[in-house]
């Protein structure tokens, strides 16, 4: 009777402090916050697009915004989970949002994947550490392309917005005299991307006039 009683006991001390061990668990922060993946949650984006022509030595530029918008989850041809993503473009003297694209993107433990435009791009890896490095072409044919965490959990104003954890992603930079080559993108935990640019721009010689774009995307409102 004893030894039963013991017994019970036993089983009554393991199973409170199993219990206890479950309900103090906390999931260690792999950085998924950073990709800002919510049904329902939009961010909009103030957009300068530049146009550099050679042959008549200008520059065109273009202003309008872009409000990305997470719709719904849906099961993917791989059956996981993924995110619709619809793309609206407001004109700079327009009050209407137009659709102009469907995107997708995926959430996984190891990475943060998004399709533009039909290619698939891996944005962010967890955990995120900084100085790692990865293929951000691994699931696409465009070829190898190092990205890399430049920075993580700084705090930076982006658009007049105090954002307090901040990571960049450098995507590819060649800067020289003949040639700029820059392509990066910054996430704030909690609201996903905050700030992309694509700089390509070349020219013939040190005083001919440059040639290729500038797209800069800028954070400037979220719900």
Not at 76 to 88: P, Q, V
Not at 95 to 120: I, P, Y
Not at 137 to 165: H, K, Q, V, W
Request: a negative charge; aromatic letters at 14%.
């Amino acid at each position: 009777m004893r030894n039963t009683l013991i017994l019970i006991l036993l089983s009554a001390f393991c199973f409170s402090s199993c219990k206890k061990d479950k309900e103090d668990y906390v999931a260690p922060d792999i950085g998924h916050n950073y990709a800002g993946m919510q049904v329902g949650k939009y961010v909009v984006y103030d957009v300068d697009s530049l146009f550099f022509d050679d042959f008549t030595n200008t520059v065109d530029t273009t202003i309008y915004q872009i409000k990305e918008e997470v719709v719904e989850k849906f099961i993917d041809l791989e059956d996981e989970e993924a995110f619709k993503i619809h793309r609206y473009k407001k004109e700079k003297d327009s009050l209407n949002w137009v659709l102009k694209d469907v995107w997708n993107a995926k959430l996984t433990q190891t990475n943060f994947q998004k399709v533009e435009e039909n290619v698939r791009f891996v944005k962010l890896i967890f955990p995120v550490r900084a100085n790692v490095t990865w293929n951000g072409n691994s699931m696409n044919n465009l070829g190898e392309l190092r990205y890399e965490y430049t920075s993580l959990d700084a705090p930076e104003t982006i658009g007049g917005n105090a954002f307090s954890n901040v990571a960049r992603v450098l995507q590819y930079e060649d800067i020289n005299l003949i040639s700029q080559e820059l392509f990066e993108e910054k996430y704030a935990r909690g609201v996903g991307m905050v700030y992309k640019k694509e700089l390509d721009i070349v020219r013939n010689n040190l005083s001919a006039p440059w040639r290729g774009y500038e797209v800069t995307m800028v954070f400037n409102t979220t719900n």
